[in-house]
């Protein structure tokens, strides 16, 4: 599956180099691929992950990759999902292990569309991105290095970065000049390196870990579950993974042991006898191992992501950790979307080059959050067995009145942040707060559930034009577009601020009209996201029935024009059981009145605002886009 470059011309030039084609390269170029940038891509080994790696899609990375169009490619292998963790601990007499318990792997009080970990062979996984990147035109190039690189925009303002790669085997070499170089290389990073990024590492309690991949024959009645299972002979994680292969991690050594080595091995005889120990009254077989490794893990977090804005780290060359959480590749997703959408809006000529500025700090603080759940997952699993009754109270207790004991606020925690519906992005330009620029009264309504930095509340609603009900959150695929949801409550009493809010989005100046394609004249009839701006797309959402939304009385000409984006808020939710528009009252919108919605390309709240008659809404939303936006919005600004 070798790639071997036509000869080119002496220096070839891209909008971006792509270092590894592991998970976080892979979503970072699909994701640019897909606007239509021209990546060059490489990767050190001659073919995708064959066996073994990363393995779990947490919920809220599901979420992600429907909106893209890949998840039933993956879901299309059959993988095995994770509903429940069973927990297994010596009995209080007498030796072997009992169950003590079993609780959700996404707990209902998470609001999640797929409340399980879906668990697939990473090469499975690599190999949906690569078709999808074959279809837009990007062929992974294989087996190349890169060798060099110097980032100057002294010497080229529009591509700064020099990139010398070569061919594994030494025979052949590149120089090419890219705007940006993305290092999605791992752990052992060179571009890391030769920036002299240090890793500082969290926790100096290191572990030695086997994994193991293949078939068993066992009468463990919880084979098929995720299991953690304590033994007086040690501790296993029990994965289930497709084809009936079965993953188990067993720690084989620690830096709090005696004889602490941190090269410490152990063969595969050793670590399945280990294991059958473990496993003791049970017995275990393997009729076949698919892959074994045995590898050191420290909790380690990269100083910093960049150093000027043009040369990028992400997943696994920023942290390391466990596998315990099952984060690895849903970080390194998360990490590619959050800095694909941000290249884009500042090549695309909408964002300031500031924007770029947003990527560290915002990923940072989430791995720096995921090292420290990791570190409490490790104690939490080695200090002592929760008791059958905490389990249970962490599965069912929902009257937030009752006070959590640590354990069951832990795994609350921890829930909601493995699951990925927990990150939560600090206040900056995109997610506003009482300190933004952006100073309007309407913003930020008083009863809004929704929180900036935070992904939008998932709802049903019904679209108008077809009569299908649909999950308003994924109506928006990744396109790169600021998604404004316009809550329009109730026809009859929001009449006068949606037509406001339509004519005001025309004013030259404003967010919406200061950024009209170029093409706008001869966009499709059929074009439902971007008929207007490649920067925005509207869904108006009505808190009346199907049957009494009527588009073109109901929505002014901007909005119809979204036709396929334009819903009825009449699904009932049982979080919600009262409401007469269940959508709003999710929001924590007014059911009359509405509001405005406006989140981030990445599916993150930045802002919310009231619905007005007026120029209010329009006005509040061009103080929130004048701040990382490259025109100036809203009213004419007095010269200095």
């Not at 292990?97 to 690599?126: K, M």
């Not at 002294?154 to 030494?170: I, M």
């Not at 528009?581 to 981030?600: C, I, N, P, T």
Request: glycine share 6%; aromatic share 10%.
């Amino acid at each position: 599956m070798e790639d071997r470059p036509s000869k080119r011309s002496a220096q070839q030039h891209y909008d971006i180099v792509i270092i590894g084609a592991g998970p976080v390269g892979l979503m970072l170029s699909t994701c640019l691929a897909r606007w239509g940038y021209k990546i060059k891509h490489i990767d050190n080994r001659a073919e995708p992950t064959p066996t073994g790696r990363a393995d779990g899609i947490q919920p809220r990375s599901l979420d992600l990759l429907r909106n893209m169009g890949l998840k039933s490619a993956i879901m299309a292998h059959k993988p095995a999902r994770v509903y429940e963790v069973a927990f297994w601990d010596p009995p209080k007499t007498g030796r072997g292990i009992v169950r003590t318990g079993t609780w959700a792997s996404c707990p209902s009080f998470i609001d999640a569309r797929y409340p399980f970990t879906t668990l697939l062979h990473q090469g499975r996984i690599e190999r949906v991105f690569i078709s999808d990147l074959e279809k837009n035109g990007v062929h992974i190039q294989r087996p190349w290095t890169i060798k060099g690189f110097k980032s100057d925009e002294k010497a080229d303002r529009e591509y700064p970065v020099e990139v010398n790669l070569e061919h594994v085997d030494g025979t052949q070499r590149e120089t090419v000049r890219a705007k940006y170089l993305f290092s999605g290389e791992g752990a052992r990073s060179f571009v890391r390196d030769q920036l002299g990024i240090k890793i500082t590492h969290k926790d100096p309690i290191s572990h030695v870990w086997g994994v193991m991949d293949g078939v068993v024959k066992t009468d463990f009645p919880d084979i098929k579950m995720k299991c953690t299972i304590h033994s007086e002979h040690g501790s296993i994680m029990v994965i289930p993974r497709e084809d009936n292969m079965v993953r188990l991690y067993i720690q084989i050594a620690s830096s709090t042991d005696s004889d602490w080595n941190p090269r410490k091995t152990a063969t595969e005889e050793e670590v399945q006898a280990s294991a059958k120990k473990i496993f003791h009254p049970y017995s275990i077989e393997w009729e076949g191992v698919e892959w074994y490794s045995v590898y050191p893990i420290g909790q380690g977090i990269s100083a910093k992501y960049t150093l000027d804005h043009r040369v990028f780290l992400g997943g696994d060359a920023c942290h390391t950790h466990s596998p315990k959480a099952g984060q690895g590749m849903n970080t390194a997703f998360l990490d590619a979307s959050n800095l694909a959408w941000k290249i884009h809006a500042v090549e695309s000529g909408f964002a300031d080059r500031a924007l770029l500025t947003t990527y560290e700090p915002e990923r940072k603080e989430v791995a720096e959050t995921l090292l420290s759940f990791d570190n409490k997952y490790a104690k939490l699993f080695s200090q002592r067995p929760p008791a059958a009754t905490e389990v249970q109270a962490a599965s069912e207790q929902t009257n937030p009145k009752e006070e959590d004991n640590d354990f069951v606020r832990t795994f609350k925690e921890a829930c909601e942040f493995t699951s990925g519906y927990g990150v939560a992005y600090k206040p900056n330009a995109l997610n506003w707060s009482p300190d933004h620029s952006a100073q309007s009264p309407l913003i930020h309504p008083e009863g809004t559930k929704l929180r900036t930095g935070r992904l939008m509340i998932n709802a049903d609603v019904t679209r108008v034009v077809d009569a299908n009900v649909v999950h308003l959150e994924q109506e928006v695929p990744l396109n790169g577009s600021f998604r404004i949801y316009v809550f329009a409550g109730k026809p009859s009493v929001s009449a006068q601020a949606l037509k406001d809010l339509a004519f005001h989005l025309g004013d030259k100046r404003s967010f919406f009209s200061s950024y009209l394609r170029p093409d706008i004249e001869s966009v499709s009839h059929h074009e439902k996201h971007n008929p207007h701006s490649l920067f925005f797309t509207f869904c108006t959402v009505f808190a009346a029935p199907r049957s009494e939304v009527e588009i073109t009385r109901d929505a002014p000409t901007v909005l119809a024009r979204y036709r396929d984006n334009i819903y009825a808020d009449d699904r009932w939710d049982r979080r919600v059981p009262d409401a007469t528009a269940a959508a709003h009252a999710k929001m924590g919108l007014d059911q009359e009145k509405g509001g405005v919605v406006v989140v981030r390309p990445d599916g993150y709240v930045g802002i919310v605002t009231r619905l007005v008659e007026g120029n209010g809404t329009v006005a509040a939303l061009d103080q929130y886009f004048d701040t990382f936006c490259t025109k100036k919005l809203g009213e004419t600004k007095a010269q200095l």
